[in-house]
Each structure stands twice: as C-alpha cells, then as structure tokens.
C-alpha cells in the first residue's frame, strides 16, 4: 500500500508554544489529508479534513485557531497546535487519500504530544 | 464525532481460542474497515469490506457486515499473544473519500 510519513514521532513542548506536525505522503499525491485525535484509552476523533490548495474543514468542537491546518501540496499537510497547553497532549495521526483510491485512507504513524 | 459503539469494550481469552468483536454503526455507509493498533502506536489497517458485501475472510479474520442492521463483526480464529492489542471499526462514506469515523474500539487481550 501507499506510504505516508508522519513527523516527529515524539514531541514535547512548553505550555504557550506552538508545535508543528508534518505528514508527507512519500509515494502518491495526496488529494485529501485528515486530522485525527486520540486520548489515553480512547478512540480516534476526527478533528479535520484538508483538501490541497484549499481552507480545512474543521470538525464541530476544533478550534480552527488553534489547531492550523495547512495542505500546501499534494504531498504534505501540517498541523501546528498554537500556544499549546497541556490539555492539548495528546496523539495525533494524519491520514491521506487519493479520488484514485475511491475508499483507501493511508495512516502515518502517529505523533505523541506532550505538554508540559 | 463517533459513529457508534463496540462490543466488548475489553476482553481477555487464551491463546487459541476465538475472538469476537462487533460494531455498530449510526449512518449510511459506502465500507467499514477494521483497524488494529498497539499500545501507543500507530494503526494497521485489517480489512476493508464494502457495503454490497456481506462476508470478508483475510488470513486468520473474518469480517461480516449487516447493513440492514448497521452492524460488523470481527472474527480472529486461533488468536496468539500477539494479537493482543486494541481494534477499532471505522466507516467511511461515499460522499468524503478517506475520511473515517471510528468505533470506540474493543481492547483484546490473548494470554499465552
């Protein structure tokens, strides 16, 4: 399957700064990207979708401000978390999908957030 | 948002035995995939099965899916310890490709 790289895999950061999360697909252009969340023992919630060369669309209850979502190319999206606090610790997980693909979503492996 | 419950949210059994778990979901649906994810990793895709199917196999899984009820279940036969780990449904529609809605996921543990 396709190849998509999530980056750094660990993170940890000082209240009020702004971390940055890339997710790169390697082998295949990336029409889509998605954004998901996950706590300790919980599920993955969807917090949003991003279209190459266009505004994401953040799911209800995500703050658009906080969590920057930009999808540059066909190749990269990022998610910068701004003036994060440590409720925002957390894992966070790209995926990327292709109209080729019709239903396939490729996951990167995940970024562990930590604020202190 | 999340698209419905799993059941069990835990369970445990011994190696060797088969494990069971179901997923319900709330909307329409164009597939429901099954994931599996390690402690603090990331996720491993399983299987795919699309809403004209009604039976999946894959190695030691078999996947069903009751679209009249809006329910799936996994099937792992003969489970090793190295199964253990937490398995999540997701559902994906027509109308956003790649995009996911996750179960709550049951947590499996096999014990040797």
């Known amino acids: 399957g396709a190849v998509v790289s999530q980056h750094p895999s660990r993170v940890i950061c000082k209240s009020g700064t702004s971390v940055k999360i890339e997710c790169r697909s390697l082998d295949f252009q990336a029409t889509t990207m998605f954004w998901y969340r996950q706590f300790p023992k919980q599920s993955l919630m969807l917090m949003a979708t991003s279209n190459e060369g266009s505004k994401a669309t953040y799911e209800q209850g995500v703050e658009k401000d906080k969590f920057l979502i930009n999808h540059a190319s066909l190749t990269l999206s990022t998610l910068t978390v701004t003036s994060a606090h440590p409720e925002d610790s957390s894992f966070y997980i790209c995926?990327?999908?292709?109209?080729?693909?019709?239903?396939?979503?490729?996951f990167g492996q995940g970024t562990r957030l930590t604020v202190v | 948002s999340q698209q419905g419950e799993e059941d069990p949210q835990a369970l445990s059994i011994q190696e060797g035995e088969n494990a069971t778990m179901n997923c319900s979901y709330k909307?329409?649906?164009?597939?429901l995939q099954w994931y599996r994810q390690n402690s603090g990793r990331g996720l491993v895709h399983l299987i795919l099965?699309?809403?004209?199917?009604r039976e999946k196999h894959s190695g030691r899984l078999r996947v069903t899916l009751d679209t009249s009820k809006k329910s799936s279940s996994l099937l792992i036969t003969a489970s090793r310890a190295a199964d253990t780990a937490s398995y999540f449904c997701a559902t994906g529609s027509s109308s956003n490709t790649g995009k996911l809605i996750f179960g709550q996921g049951t947590t499996l543990q096999v014990k040797p």
């Open positions: 995926s990327a999908s292709n109209v080729r693909f019709v239903t396939e979503a490729f």
């Open positions: 909307t329409s649906i164009n597939n």
């Open positions: 099965i699309r809403s004209n199917e």
